[in-house]
């Protein structure tokens, strides 16, 4: 078997001053015999002419061809850092790819190709694959590639033009600004034709009453062949209403025929346009000048839902439901809060304090005065860099004439005040230094996040220029009124009342801000051109630790290497050691978070449309997209406003729970946390707790032992490495519990492209671990009433794991049975019985004990003891769940809990006594693997398998999945391993197939669907959810030149950038992942309707995607209405619904077909057209 080529050296990575005069830190090369010990955690070799690529496909193993090319190009000029687990991986799996590869041919969907009855679907059977060469498949496409190539280079430059226009205006800079626009309609190769551009000039010109500029540049847009928008019109207006002019009268009069020539009345302009600062009133005035009796008619808001899941829910007339905050805070104090709130806001950051254990003793204040000192310094060494370069740039960009008039940063870089971007390099100066030696994402994501903070401070220095954050919170302080009083009018929930409220604010500019948007490459130029004063200019002293020693030596206080991870070579930056070290050392009392980390002091802003919801002024996405997926956000903004009202209430209701924290809980887990952490609690221990050995290396050492010390060192730093970054993880959830411990919050929500909904603050959420959970209880509680004790008993009996198969009524119990263990796991939960640390989730079970303790000793009784506690109902195998009801499966509906049984079915013992009876079938014949594997068929082995196989896991996958859980049996023979999962793999597929005998039928038709619509049409796979969200699938394969977002070796900006509905599918990837997206997205949806009707219910609820939380006295309601909304959801025709949507979408019609086409063509549409009909 082949073994990648041990390497016996590395290459120290040195940063000296020598080398680091240049505009980036570089990696200066030593003597090969050195070892590295700055990038020590790494196997180092030594590649030529290695590709650097922002993403790579990523690929679990090598062929032993690529291993050999490895070796092939030894000989070394780019410093590559290989992972020893991936060499691990591929001493382990070798030559199993070609055996791999068999087994996914033989898995091709032959089934539902079998099914296709056409003499064209008979050849697609016979030869499996129709071969279609490049212009074949250019012929295919809906959209030509020429045709694509040209719309992406125009959409890229507009939106580039119109975000560089945008800023030029607000910077003043409205003769720069003319003078680009002028540059790319006369002398660039790709056309100007977006009205957009147009528009963000007219704003300046109308701002500063420039009427002639405005009228010159709308004959150029005339002559341009480009419409005018009825913003044209509204800054038209406003540049002759704020002009000197003396005629204005004349130029209204034909401004408003032009107007009407277009179509546009003019109360359009009033209900249409989304106004800034006073441009409404002005414009209004205007008009009346020579329409004295005008008046705007604003027609109330459509508050209602179109569609037939929920369109119900439109005759409630008067809910009187209770909010859910009712009785913990008053209005007077949530006002205070929405200060504090929009105060951190501002600030962007918030400081929260450590709950690290660590005494200021001489050393660590010693360490503490250096960080101060040094921090101080370069405050003013950035402020003078940052001037010295931006003076550098314009100076560049007057004397460079080629380089007047282009695209490029200066404009961003003079948004803010100087002390502004100070601010920014020194935040990420301190998460560099207290986080890239254990972390650190490669460059071109540094520069983006760095420049993405210019941009929120821009906008929110832009809201509250525009008077925007004055009429928010006038409409936040009526809204909030109605959040916690008795809501006693017709209104049903947040989004219904804050556009009610908002209607009547006419006035100023519109809450829903927006801005035009900067691009990835914009982000990414002003990011690095900050990143380089900290790369060039931000030094430490070396002597800075030793004593008696004076003479000062500065070196860069970061640098970069080029790492090799998962087959992709990254750059990235990584701090001085000593840098590292003396922030260890100095144990900073306080943890900085950006303000979109940390929870809310006050209810968020209500969804009401794309652009306004979640935080009051930070900046909130409504949905979790990559900066190149804007197919998606097209689709979105080109829906009606009403057909993502369920999807914007589902997001309010779940943000509008107030939380708090488990107080005794967070203290027993800070007290195990400060005392070393505890592995079988996972409360992670610190890196101090692996030590590390050095081995010695005698001159008779061989080369095979000196390789296997050094795997071993590299293995136990880069488990150093994992428990730093699990220890930091821990540490910023204690801390954000701990500020929050005696406060109520909110966590605001959004989705993904699927609709799969999350917190937005990362680090304290429900959405999170077993800790993370325990840490969390409702801020509202609720008498337990007659049940409400049983469903806590119940609760924590579930938690355990110990009686899946069994009923409810054994399960109460056996609740019963143990309640001195409970009780005693409450008293003492470090000194007793210890009963529930056994169990599978130990810190909420122990939270448990301690609601089920606290309620037994309830003065007036269990009954009407006041509970915060959430109970869980999770969903059995929640994918299978969708799969069985789509395809009406009945065998595997009851094994999935979707049929009545008197006992819970558990569809992983199920499939695992399938398993073991064909094993033992197996062993009775004689087969050796079968006969191994006597005993070790356990549920917790395959249950990974088995849970992922509706989300669309492959062989080896799932392989990986088995293998892991067979290496963590003590007593299963490690040598039989790999075979025995390979074995079981393919029982466990096969045993599915008997239990679901739909469900790989459902499977195979949305597969091979994604990858005709992909390979033939040339397009991304898009659907609609039941509840109306559009879906986009954002995997296409970007050309090296759009894919190139990374910054420019100059301060211009490159003009064309990466956009996924400009560019090929990426086929893979919209076939494998087609499956899984649309049962998340029907997972959603369910979630989704049982939110909306819980909130009408009146009862708490919150969701972890398939499991759903209440208070334990409404759990029969949430029970009940969980039942009749997945019933609701699926008594719709889905899969007919989708089948006639990408009929309508994907197909070819008849008169597409062409008698002088290939065969292969005309086949191709043929079989296309057939397929997506059959379900």
Same mark, same amino acid.
């Not at 659907?1023 to 296409?1036: A, R």
């Given at each position: 078997q082949k073994r990648i080529k041990k390497k016996l050296y590395t290459e120290l990575l040195e940063v000296s001053e020598d080398n680091a005069s240049e505009r980036r830190t570089k990696v200066k090369k030593i003597n090969a015999t050195n070892l590295s010990r700055l990038q020590g955690d790494n196997f180092i070799a030594s590649v030529n002419d290695v590709h650097l690529q922002e993403d790579f496909p990523s690929s679990t193993d090598l062929e032993e061809p690529e291993v050999k090319q490895i070796e092939a190009l030894t000989n070394g000029k780019v410093n590559i850092a290989f992972d020893i687990e991936e060499v691990e991986e591929m001493e382990l799996i070798g030559n199993e790819t070609n055996e791999l590869t068999e087994e996914i041919k033989l898995d091709r969907n032959e089934a539902i190709r079998n099914s296709l009855s056409t003499p064209a679907a008979s050849d697609h059977k016979k030869?499996?694959?129709?071969?279609?060469?490049?212009?074949?498949?250019?012929?295919?496409?809906?959209?030509?590639?020429?045709?694509?190539?040209?719309?992406?280079?125009?959409?890229?430059?507009?939106?580039?033009?119109?975000?560089?226009?945008?800023?030029?205006?607000?910077?003043?800079?409205?003769? %720069?600004?003319?003078?680009?626009?002028?540059?790319?309609l006369n002398n660039g190769d790709v056309k100007v034709n977006d009205g957009r551009v147009f528009d963000a000039l007219f704003s300046g010109y109308a701002k500063s009453g420039k009427i002639e500029k405005l009228l010159e540049l709308w004959k150029i847009m005339h002559t341009a062949k480009i419409k005018p928008s009825i913003l044209s019109f509204v800054y038209r207006l406003e540049g002759i209403a704020r002009s000197s002019k003396h005629d204005k009268d004349v130029l209204l009069n034909t401004t408003l025929?032009? !107007?009407?020539?277009?179509?546009?009345?003019?109360?359009?302009?009033?209900?249409?346009?989304?106004? +800034?600062?006073?441009?409404?009133?002005?414009?209004?005035?205007?008009?009346?000048?020579?329409?004295?009796?005008?008046?705007?008619? !604003?027609?109330?808001?459509? @508050?209602?839902?179109?569609?037939?899941?929920?369109?119900?829910?439109?005759?409630?007339?008067?809910?009187n439901l209770i909010s859910p905050a009712n009785g913990l805070i008053c209005i007077d104090e949530l006002r205070l809060l929405f200060h504090e709130q929009l105060k951190r806001e501002k600030e962007l950051y918030v400081q929260v304090r450590s709950?690290?254990?660590? $005494?200021?003793?001489?050393?660590?204040?010693?360490?503490?005065?250096?960080?101060?000192?040094? $921090?101080?310094?370069?405050?003013?060494?950035?402020?003078?860099?940052? *001037?010295?370069?931006?003076?550098?740039?314009?100076s560049f960009h007057h004397n460079v004439r080629r380089c007047c008039y282009q695209l490029n940063i200066y404009p961003y870089l003079t948004l803010l005040d100087k002390h502004e971007y100070k601010d920014i390099i020194m935040n990420e100066i301190r998460k560099l230094a207290e986080g890239s030696d254990a972390y650190c994402p490669n460059v071109s994501i540094l520069y983006k996040e760095l420049g993405n903070q210019v941009r929120i401070r821009y906008e929110n220095k832009l809201k509250s220029d525009d008077g925007l954050l004055n009429k928010l919170k006038g409409v936040y302080f009526e809204y909030s009124r109605w959040y916690i009083g008795p809501r006693t009018d017709n209104c049903i929930n947040g989004r219904q009342k804050w556009k009610t409220i908002s209607h009547k604010y006419q006035k100023g500019p519109s809450l829903e801000f927006e801005n035009a948007p900067w691009p990835s490459n914009v982000l990414i130029c002003i990011g690095k051109f900050l990143y380089?004063?900290? =790369?060039?200019?931000?030094?430490?002293?070396?002597?800075?630790? %030793?004593?008696?020693?004076?003479?000062?030596?500065?070196l860069p206080a970061f640098y970069t290497v080029y790492k090799y991870s998962n087959h992709t070579v990254k750059e990235e930056v990584k701090a001085h050691p000593l840098l590292a070290r003396l922030f260890r050392g100095a144990c900073l009392p306080f943890l900085t978070f950006n303000v979109a980390e940390v929870p809310m002091v006050v209810p968020p802003v209500p969804w009401t449309s794309l652009h306004?919801?979640?935080?009051?002024?930070?900046?909130?996405?409504? !949905? %979790?997209? &990559?900066?190149?997926?804007?197919?998606?956000?097209?689709? @979105?903004?080109?829906?009606?406003?009403? *057909?993502?009202? &369920?999807?914007?209430?589902?997001?309010?209701?779940?943000?509008?729970?107030?939380?708090?924290?488990?107080? &005794?809980?967070?203290?027993?887990?800070?007290?195990?946390?400060?005392?070393?952490?505890?592995?079988?609690?996972?409360?992670?221990?610190?890196?101090?707790?692996?030590?590390?050995?050095?081995?010695?290396?005698?001159?008779?050492?061989?080369?095979?032992e000196k390789y296997q010390a050094y795997k071993k060192r590299m293995l136990i730093r880069r488990k150093r490495a994992e428990m730093y970054s699990l220890w930091c993880d821990a540490l910023y959830k204690l801390s954000l519990a701990n500020h929050f411990r005696d406060k109520i919050f909110w966590l605001p929500h959004n989705m993904d492209f699927r609709g799969r909904v999350y917190p937005c603050p990362p680090h304290l959420n429900h959405l999170s671990s077993d800790m993370s959970r325990s840490l969390l209880c409702f801020?509202?509680?609720?008498?337990?009433?007659? +049940?409400?004790?049983?469903?806590?008993?119940?609760?924590?009996?579930?938690?355990?794991?110990?009686?899946? %198969?069994?009923?409810?009524?054994?399960?109460?119990?056996?609740?019963?049975?143990?309640?001195?263990?409970?009780?005693?796991?409450?008293?003492?939960?470090?000194?007793?019985?210890?009963?529930?640390?056994?169990?599978?989730?130990?810190? $909420?079970?122990?939270?448990?004990?301690?609601?089920?303790?606290?309620?037994? $000793?309830? &003065?007036?009784?269990?009954?009407?003891?006041?509970?915060?506690?959430?109970?869980?109902q999770d969903g059995s195998c929640n994918g299978l769940q969708h799969y069985a009801a789509l395809g009406r499966d009945t065998a595997g509906a009851y094994s999935v809990n979707l049929s009545p049984c008197e006992k819970p079915q558990d569809v992983y013992s199920c499939v695992a006594a399938l398993v073991e009876r064909e094993r033992n079938n197996d062993a009775t014949a004689g087969i050796k693997i079968a006969q191994v594997l006597e005993g070790f068929v356990k549920r917790k082995v395959i249950k990974q398998t088995v849970m992922t196989t509706v989300y669309g896991v492959t062989r080896f996958g799932a392989r990986l999945q088995i293998a892991k859980q067979?290496?963590?049996?003590?007593?299963?023979? +490690?040598?039989?391993?790999?075979?025995?999962?390979?074995?079981?793999?393919?029982?466990?597929?096969?045993?599915?197939?008997? =239990?679901?005998?739909?469900?790989?039928?459902?499977?195979?038709?949305?597969?091979?669907?994604?990858?005709?619509?992909? *390979?033939?049409?040339?397009?991304?796979?898009?659907?609609?959810?039941?509840?109306?969200?559009?879906?986009? *699938?954002?995997?296409?394969?970007?050309?090296?030149v759009s894919a190139n977002n990374k910054a420019s070796t100059t301060s211009n900006i490159n003009c064309h950038y990466g956009m996924d509905m400009f560019e090929r599918p990426n086929v893979m990837k919209q076939r494998n992942a087609f499956p899984p997206n649309y049962i998340h997205s029907l997972d959603s949806t369910h979630m989704m309707l049982t939110s909306l009707h819980c909130e009408q219910a009146g009862i708490t609820f919150v969701s972890v995607h398939d499991c759903f939380w209440t208070h334990p006295n409404t759990v029969h309601i949430m029970n009940k209405i969980c039942r009749e909304q997945f019933v609701s959801l699926h008594s719709q025709p889905i899969l007919s619904n989708l089948s006639k949507f990408l009929v309508e979408k994907y197909s070819y019609s008849e008169s597409d077909d062409d008698l002088y086409e290939p065969v292969n063509i005309t086949t191709a549409k043929h079989n296309l057209n057939i397929f997506l009909r059959q379900i």
């Open positions: 030869t499996k694959k129709l071969t279609l060469n490049s212009k074949m498949r250019e012929a295919l496409s809906k959209v030509k590639y020429s045709e694509l190539d040209t719309a992406g280079k125009e959409r890229s430059l507009a939106t580039l033009l119109t975000a560089y226009i945008d800023v030029c205006v607000n910077c003043g800079f409205l003769n %720069r600004a003319w003078a680009t626009l002028n540059n790319y025929r032009n !107007m009407f020539d277009e179509g546009i009345s003019i109360n359009k302009l009033f209900t249409d346009t989304k106004w +800034k600062g006073d441009t409404r009133e002005v414009v209004l005035e205007a008009i009346r000048a020579v329409r004295p009796n005008f008046k705007p008619s !604003m027609s109330k808001p459509d @508050l209602n839902y179109s569609n037939p899941l929920v369109n119900h829910l439109n005759k409630i007339q008067n809910s709950v690290e254990r660590s $005494q200021a003793t001489e050393l660590v204040t010693a360490y503490r005065n250096k960080v101060a000192a040094l $921090q101080s310094n370069w405050e003013k060494i950035i402020v003078d860099a940052f *001037q010295r370069d931006l003076a550098g740039l314009n380089n004063i900290i =790369m060039r200019d931000i030094k430490i002293d070396v002597n800075i630790l %030793r004593k008696n020693i004076n003479n000062e030596r500065l306004s919801g979640g935080y009051i002024i930070a900046k909130t996405n409504f !949905m %979790r997209l &990559p900066y190149q997926a804007v197919l998606q956000w097209e689709r @979105l903004n080109n829906l009606p406003n009403s *057909q993502l009202y &369920p999807c914007f209430d589902s997001l309010n209701q779940l943000g509008s729970i107030p939380w708090k924290v488990n107080v &005794p809980v967070l203290d027993l887990i800070i007290q195990i946390f400060n005392d070393g952490g505890n592995s079988k609690l996972a409360i992670p221990e610190p890196p101090s707790a692996c030590p590390f050995q050095e081995s010695e290396i005698h001159p008779a050492t061989t080369k095979e801020a509202k509680g609720e008498p337990l009433g007659k +049940k409400g004790l049983e469903w806590l008993k119940i609760h924590v009996v579930n938690l355990t794991g110990l009686k899946k %198969r069994d009923s409810i009524a054994e399960r109460l119990a056996y609740g019963n049975s143990i309640l001195p263990l409970i009780i005693d796991s409450a008293e003492n939960p470090l000194n007793g019985k210890k009963w529930w640390m056994e169990s599978e989730e130990p810190w $909420q079970t122990l939270a448990g004990c301690m609601e089920i303790r606290n309620a037994l $000793q309830c &003065p007036e009784g269990s009954e009407n003891y006041i509970s915060h506690f959430p109970i869980h067979l290496k963590d049996i003590d007593d299963f023979p +490690k040598e039989y391993v790999w075979q025995a999962s390979t074995y079981l793999v393919a029982k466990t597929f096969a045993s599915l197939r008997e =239990m679901f005998s739909s469900t790989r039928e459902i499977q195979d038709w949305l597969t091979e669907s994604a990858r005709l619509i992909s *390979q033939i049409c040339g397009l991304n796979v898009e659907y609609i959810t039941p509840l109306g969200l559009p879906v986009v *699938q954002p995997y296409s394969r970007f050309s090296k």
